[in-house]
């Protein structure tokens, strides 16, 4: 079993949908969980993170986290085509540095 | 300011030769990664440096990998001898001191193809 488990897609939505990317993990030292955006051929981007469980919201993006059943999602309102991109799940024990990265999804938003 | 710089953005080699992939990190950052992303998956972690010392190295293969960091700033990352697994995308992060509360910064990346 992967530590960390995510769907890899595509996941093809039309613009303005509310998109749904999910997360599995099992390691239950994991506190710090993080998502990144990745562009073609583009480095990976810190899109935003959340500690312990809880929900976070930052404009139309929504983390959410349910450690009891060591799931992570990240929720997208309004999609556009400029959010086209691989969105990388990233949970850690210790905080930013020992990261630990699952598949990513690829999400392709459609005008 | 200027981000994370790696180069070659692309390298083509063949099985069994030897190649060099370089990064420098945004000015002021300590710690330096360098990660590679087969296609399809996530990054992997292959070294992290605190300064110019090794922190993390677990998941280099060093029989074939090797990596410096000279006075604490730019780093290289070589591969000697290739094999054809080591085809994908070499990439280079730095984060701001030894803290875990400072995200780490990702250049583009080095695509390396294996023929």
């Known amino acids: 079993q992967k530590e960390v488990e995510q769907d890899p897609g595509p996941l093809s939505v039309p613009e303005g949908a509310i998109v749904s990317l999910n997360c599995t993990y099992s390691n239950s030292a994991f506190q710090y969980f993080m998502w990144y955006r990745q562009y073609s051929r583009k480095g990976p981007e810190l899109l935003m993170y959340t500690y312990s469980s809880g929900n976070k919201e930052d404009g139309r993006f929504t983390a959410q986290v349910d450690k009891s059943s060591k799931y992570i999602s990240l929720f997208i309102r309004d999609s556009q085509p400029s959010d086209s991109a691989t969105y990388l799940c990233?949970?850690?024990?210790?905080?930013?540095?020992?990261?630990?990265f699952g598949t990513g999804t690829r999400l392709l938003v459609s005008p | 300011e200027a981000g994370v710089a790696q180069s070659p953005r692309y390298k083509i080699i063949e099985k069994r030769q030897s190649v060099a992939f370089w990064c420098n990190p945004i000015?002021?950052?300590?710690?330096l990664y360098w990660y590679q992303q087969i296609l399809g998956q996530g990054p992997k972690l292959l070294i992290q440096f605190q300064n110019n010392g090794v922190v993390d190295d677990s998941q280099l293969p060093k029989d074939r990998f090797s990596a410096e960091r000279l006075k604490g700033v730019d780093s290289t990352l070589k591969i000697q001898p290739a094999k054809l697994e080591d085809s994908a995308v070499y990439l280079c992060?730095?984060?701001?001191?030894?803290?875990?509360?400072?995200?780490?910064?990702f250049g583009d990346g080095t695509r390396l193809s294996i023929l």
């Open positions: 990233a949970p850690s024990d210790t905080g930013f540095q020992k990261l630990v």
């Open positions: 000015s002021g950052h300590a710690t």
């Open positions: 992060a730095s984060s701001f001191g030894g803290h875990s509360n400072q995200p780490q910064h």
